[in-house]
């Protein structure tokens, strides 16, 4: 069987052999590349100790365990949380397997190197509530603003709340993933799973407005504007979106907030009024009920008006 030469120039004249390139070709989305790309790069500078190192063209396949299990305690003396070097430690044991893969690394001299266990911890859930009045707030901010982007920035904010989207899954809908009539978004996930989102009526009315500006053309449901109000019809980034969900609550005067408290809020909000956690786990594409269970507020209310049967005595001297 004759196989053809590998073109040296374009997409295929970078070095296949480097594990790097090769895992962080292998991730699915822009943001799970940059995250980990960071992560790798994070990794060489305490391997090589030169504060601009990347991970690119390191020798990943030549790491053993007595370096691997080191730069785990190594990870921890930089005073990162567990879970910011459990995520890191995800990084080196994916690019390890693709120095294996790669056929850079025997499979016992791999699985003895990436033989790393996570930090276990427990913590406070992170990230912060989104009340009724501060959306109210900003969406008012956005309805002062008589452009285009008043209108697109409404319509985003409102399907945050309705919908518990990740930055990145509403970033990727496009015009047909929307149906009026169903009042549902289709929206695709992490690893590429798809499930439908449910607006509520007034989100619904809010896209329609924005939509009415957009147009009916094919293309990302929610796009880029330029300074001059005219629309591009290019996707917008995740960090865009966060830039207009920062942008509008400051306008609002309301504290920070990401787009992933908007997602929290709605988790929490569904738990509160008695949806069950399979139902909720669907709706926001959790591939896990327990990372779902992870955003339930009720245990601390309940703990909280626990302690509010508590009667504190009146202050008294003693006689």
Known sequence: MNVPAVPESGALARPQADPYHAYLDSLPSAESKRTMRGCLDR??????????????????????????????????????????????????????????????????????????P????????????????????????????DSPTGLRDGAILAVLYSTGCRRAELAGLTLADFDSAARSL??????????????????????????SVRGEDAGPLFCAINKAGRLRRTRMSGQAVSDIVARRLSDAGAAKRTPHDFRRTFIGELLDAGVDLATTQA?????????????????????????????????????
């Open 118 to 145: 996570a930090f276990k911890h427990t913590r406070v859930p992170a990230g912060r509530h989104v009340p009724p009045e501060v959306l109210g707030a900003a969406l008012a901010a956005c309805d002062g603003d």
């Open 186 to 211: 289709r929206v695709r996930g992490k690893g590429d799973k798809e499930r439908f989102a449910y607006l509520t009526a007034p989100a619904v009315a809010r896209l329609e407005l924005w939509l």
């Open 43 to 116: 990794i060489a500078r305490l391997i090589t100790g030169d504060p601009d190192a990347t991970g690119a063209g390191q020798p990943w396949e030549r790491l053993r365990y007595e370096h691997t299990i080191r730069l785990r305690t190594a990870m921890r003396e930089q005073d990162w949380s567990p879970s910011h070097v459990n995520k890191h430690l995800v990084a080196l044991r994916r690019v390890l397997k693709e120095a294996w893969r790669l056929g850079l690394m025997t499979s016992e001299d791999y699985q003895r190197a990436a033989d790393l």
């Open 283 to 319: 709706l926001v594409g959790h591939a896990s009920p327990a990372t779902t269970a992870r955003y339930d507020r009720r245990p601390e209310r309940r703990r909280r008006e626990a302690v509010d049967r508590l009667s504190m005595p009146t202050a008294k001297p003693l006689r």
